[in-house]
């Protein structure tokens, strides 16, 4: 097969030795950034984006790929060990991870999510390599209008499932919209909302959105409150993590029901990991209890960490294989590697495997080495991360923001960003603050000049006529799936609402809510959800990322 072939010279061009040093340095940093507190996988990708500009594009994305995976279990581990997951992707899988914690085996707790996101990474991965070229051929069939069709696909559908409010989501869409206008029209050459600047005639650099919003925003939400949000307790484990027989037979089933709720999720534009990662946990709850399994919800259950971790990498690697062959970032740290790729020059899309072949086939193997090179290294030292944990917090957040500022500068040399950087950490702390949700922000940033540019390229091509853009069979398909998905998500809020209200008359409120928003996370310990019948309780986290996530409300 001619992408067998293809994947083997990607890997006699990953297979190098400073190739593989760098999938090593990327897996050992990305896991340290996901495990810290308040940060994340997203972040992980966003703060290292600076680093990797002085680098050939082959060596920097070969890097990108052990940073991707190795920020999802560094999201895995601080939830594990400290219930504060890094993302709210990791939120499902922290449930019976921090229990086996408490009970003792956090060590296999960390084995099972590391064999688990090895599993449904490289089944994912591997589906990628065979159905790429099928979606880019599928990609070749769509023109202006579709492209545009899909941009406001992604645009609507992350910003209704991403947060408890549609107002909420839509609010933070035309936040990214507004910031994504800034600079220089492409097609008419007008300059717009620069402040008479000549420094932003390019537009703000996505690298500073990108680490104002995640790392600058979450610095000022943590600082604002660090007396009322004391530490969690920390545990810490010794010895080995290791799988016996008797753990893997136990675990396989849930590795593969997990993958296959994650697989699908990675091409659709629904925010990220967060939906197949609960409705995974959610079907092992019902199975256990089906079972009579007394471990589910006691003393914490394996079956409850492999299948989430297993689906949250599914999604991740399928997530790749949409980036690449659509050009469509299906969550926001998806959105930061196409950031990644514009950077050097390359728009992800169906014309990337003709230009740059050799280049995405080698990132293509190179994440099957990323996982490997993960699996190995966390499987003997998953437990070390948790002692990162130990620095103080005012140290923690202080370096993440000089390294912020000297990351950005670094970029362009120019005062001006850096001023830039400091108003939309802002921006990133009143979100946090109001509960809005970050990633239509990061989504809109990216695929707002795309879809503006495919808009008035298709209404020029018509003459103006708006029929165009609902003309052909795939921009008809979006809007009508557009359309079911905003309809099941406006009841799903409205049946949220009226059960909350319904609590709240009858005295079972849960209390206050904990959740410090943003794309990381951000250090708040969550409450298993599922604690009824199996199914989902009546309100969301706090966490915008969080998707079908209810909370209990308060810290653990």
Known sequence: MDQLNLLMEGFGAALTPINLLWVLIGALL???????????????VALLLPITFTLDPTAAFIMFAGVYFGGLFGDSTAGILLNTPGNSAAIAGSFEGHRMAKDGRAAKALATAAVGAFVGGLIATTLVVFFAPVLVKMATAFGPAEYFALAVFAFLAISSVVSESVVKGLGALAIGLVLAMVGVDGPSGTVRYTLGMPQLFDGISIVVITVGLLALGEVLHIAGRIHRDPDSDRIMTRGRARLERADVRKALPAWLRGTAFG?????IPAGGAEVPTFLAYGTEKRLAKRRGDTEFGSTGSIKGVAAPEAAGNATAGTAMGALLALGLPTSATAAIMLAAFQQYGMQPGPLLFE??????WTLLA????????LVILNMQFAVLWAKLLLIPRHYLYAGITVLSMLGVYAISSATLDLWVLLAVGLLG??????????APVLIAVVLGPLAETELRRALTVAEGDASVLVSSPVTIILYTVLVLALAVSGLQHLRHRRLKAAE???????????GSGGDGGG???FSDPWDQDGGPSSSTPETPEAVGAPDTGGRV
């Open 30 to 44: 990305g896991t340290a950034v996901g495990v810290l507190p308040g940060l994340g996988s997203s972040m992980a």
């Open 263 to 267: 697989v699908p999720f990675g091409i």
């Open 355 to 360: 230009r740059s072949g050799e280049l995405v």
């Open 366 to 373: 190179s994440l099957f080495i990323g996982l490997v090179v």
């Open 429 to 438: 702390f009143v979100m946090r603050r109001y509960q809005f949700p970050l």
């Open 504 to 514: 709240a008359a009858g005295g079972t409120g849960s209390g206050g809510r904990g």
């Open 523 to 525: 250090g708040t310990a």
